[in-house]
């Protein structure tokens, strides 16, 4: 019997897409699955919708909105499988996606988690995400984002960090990287979690791979679509510094942070230019955010170093860093007019 994969999704007010997503999920190949819903406190009736047409799902309710985060990291608790599965609200999944998914994280026990090959479902014919990479500015470099799919995406290949929309692991290697019990820094609340998560994985001796065999469908920006852009921004860019300030060893910390705030505050700058206030504000209170925590901070720092870390960052370069041309940078707000260059 196949070993129990754990689904965990998270709701807010995402009813519209459930039925899609959950018919998909029944439909699916892998037969030994358990779907956890958490629902963050919606209002659109997404729980009783759930419980009256999906009663096999095991549905867990918060008192309030905890976020992508928050969400997961409850559901957390409740999975029993071998195999946790980290799936968006607003996805559809085709018949092997498990399967493949599983596959691959079967061939190796050194690879931790595994992403699929997302497509956009209003556009199928391009990319949401392939995965992503360090650079040395401390951004990621988003490879297949918004591209039109074609044969280079098409590669088995390790990335540094995998999407959350879609993303399997092992969960003898989550219990590994936890910290105090939690999967997702407990602070962030939404963006740049998985990739924090994904570092720690990493530094915990295991790889991350695309599978691009295994496909899903994702209705970009469903959620975020609903939030105010400084909002994004603000724990984009807190989290970001935050993971940063854990994750990396001494002299990767040294040449990065420095250049990454940098860039942060002319990124700030430009925003009050461009009479965009609340952007500027938000940078700014994404920094401070971080002086304030730096205690925490810290003390998780340690654990990660400490407890967590079996390898050193020289080790690990070769499979997370990419260094793209300054014209990457040029075209950060529109990735879809920047063309891929092909990974190794």
Not at 220 to 231: E, H, K, L, P, Q
Not at 311 to 337: F, Q, T
């Amino acid at each position: 019997m196949k070993k129990l994969a754990s689904i965990i999704i998270v709701n807010w007010n995402g009813k519209e897409y459930l039925k899609n997503c959950l018919t998909s999920l029944k439909d699916q190949d892998y037969e030994n699955i358990e779907i956890i819903f958490v629902d963050n406190n919606s209002n659109d009736g997404s729980i009783d919708y759930v419980k009256n047409n999906f009663p096999e799902v095991k549905v867990v309710s918060n008192k309030e909105n905890l976020g992508f985060v928050g969400g997961n990291n409850v559901g957390y608790r409740y999975a029993a499988g071998e195999y946790v599965l980290i799936l968006n609200n607003d996805t559809q999944v085709t018949k092997t996606f498990l399967l493949e998914l599983v596959r691959a994280l079967e061939s190796d026990e050194k690879i931790g988690a595994v992403q699929s090959k997302i497509l956009l479902m209003d556009n199928p014919g391009y990319l949401d995400s392939a995965g992503s990479y360090l650079t040395p500015t401390g951004f990621l470099y988003y490879f297949g984002i918004q591209k039109k799919d074609e044969p280079k995406y098409n590669k088995q290949m390790f990335i540094y960090s995998a999407k959350g929309a879609c993303v399997l692991f092992r969960r003898e290697v989550l219990k590994r990287v936890e910290l105090e019990g939690n999967i997702f820094d407990k602070r962030f609340f939404c963006y740049f979690e998985e990739t924090d998560l994904m570092h720690r994985i990493w530094l915990a001796g295991y790889k991350i791979m695309y599978v691009p065999k295994s496909v899903i469908y994702h209705k970009m920006g469903a959620t975020s679509a609903r939030i105010d852009n400084s909002f994004i921004q603000y724990h984009s860019f807190k989290n970001r510094i935050n993971a940063h300030l854990k994750n990396l060893g001494i002299m990767q910390l040294v040449l990065v942070l420095p250049l990454h705030l940098l860039i942060c505050e002319f990124f700030a700058l430009a925003s009050l230019m461009s009479k965009n206030v609340k952007l500027f504000i938000a940078v700014q209170k994404a920094i401070w955010w971080n002086i304030g925590e730096i205690q925490t901070t810290l003390k998780f720092r340690k654990i990660i170093q400490n407890t967590i870390r079996k390898v050193s960052d020289k080790s690990i370069e070769k499979y997370i860093y990419k260094y793209p041309p300054l014209n990457y940078y040029y075209h950060i707000k529109d990735l879809s007019k920047y063309e891929d260059y092909e990974q190794n």
